[in-house]
């Protein structure tokens, strides 16, 4: 079947909407973490915030962290590059996306200019222009769901059919990528509570923890061995996180090419 997955737009885009900027979203991994180590966790985030008056909430993706995205800041983290000008048929898609009053246009149209590299790039290029040739070769206006009897417009089913096929395995390699990189986050997560439990006899009492110089000294001492370490594998499963969100604006993108062409 030529079609991508049918599923209706507005429920990609509400999902876009979710996972980029109106929600916050915990990390998958921290799911498979036992009970003694949430606990732990939790007691560690406490004593954190008894240390400051702005403690961090849990890690997400939001606008802030899209490149490009209008209501980016300066304190951004470099989730990836953008591509600059939009090709035509990006460009077109984003045209669609306004004209219907899309919620989640802006964002859309920002993730189209995400650089997935040269491979991703090009099947999807091509994808989309066999698609726009194919709009109706099955009798009305959309997409074919079985090789047309035009021999023209059969290899061009085919060579599509192949390039679909390899552009539903970029999500399985996206996802794969993404748990890897919340497993690495929660591997040194783990860690280092392992080595508060060890050091900080207080840390479940954040009175007596607080009321202890030598265990604070220590807490924070801790705290500072781990936190670059954790930071640079939290930013890089922010990219995979972003990429995936890439993929999923093509997959509306191309269920609706015939609508926007």
Same mark, same amino acid.
Request: aromatic share 6%.
């Given at each position: ?224 061995? =781990? ?32 609508? =926007?062409?």
């Amino acid at each position: 079947m030529l079609r991508i997955a049918a599923k209706q737009t507005a429920l990609y885009l509400f999902t876009l909407l979710v996972f980029a900027g109106t929600a916050i979203l915990t990390t998958a991994a921290c799911a498979q973490d036992n009970q003694d180590n949430q606990s732990l966790g939790d007691v560690a985030r406490q004593a954190r915030a008894s240390r400051s008056s702005t403690p961090k909430s849990s890690k997400v993706v939001t606008n802030d962290e899209v490149p490009g995205h209008p209501q980016s800041g300066a304190g951004s983290v470099a989730l990836g590059s953008t591509g600059g000008t939009l090709s035509p048929d990006k460009q077109a898609y984003c045209t669609f996306l306004h004209a219907r009053k899309d919620t989640a246009a802006d964002l859309g149209c920002q993730l189209l200019a995400i650089d997935m590299g040269p491979d991703y790039e090009s099947l999807t290029a091509r994808y989309a222009e066999l698609a726009k040739g194919l709009c109706g070769a099955g009798g009305g206006h959309g997409l074919p769901t079985s090789p047309p009897t035009d021999p023209a417009f059969a290899a061009q089913y085919r060579e599509a059919s192949v390039l679909n096929a390899k552009f539903m395995d970029a999500n399985k390699t996206q996802m794969s990528g993404f748990i890897d990189a919340e497993s690495a986050v929660n591997a040194i997560r783990q860690e280092e509570f392992r080595e508060l439990q060890r050091d900080v006899p207080d840390l479940r009492d954040v009175p007596a923890l607080q009321a202890n110089p030598q265990e604070k000294k220590r807490f924070a001492e801790i705290e500072d061995k =781990y936190k670059g370490r954790i930071q640079e594998k939290e930013n890089a499963a922010q990219q995979v996180k972003v990429r995936g969100l890439r993929w999923l604006n093509d997959e509306a993108r191309f269920e609706h090419i015939c609508e =926007y062409n």
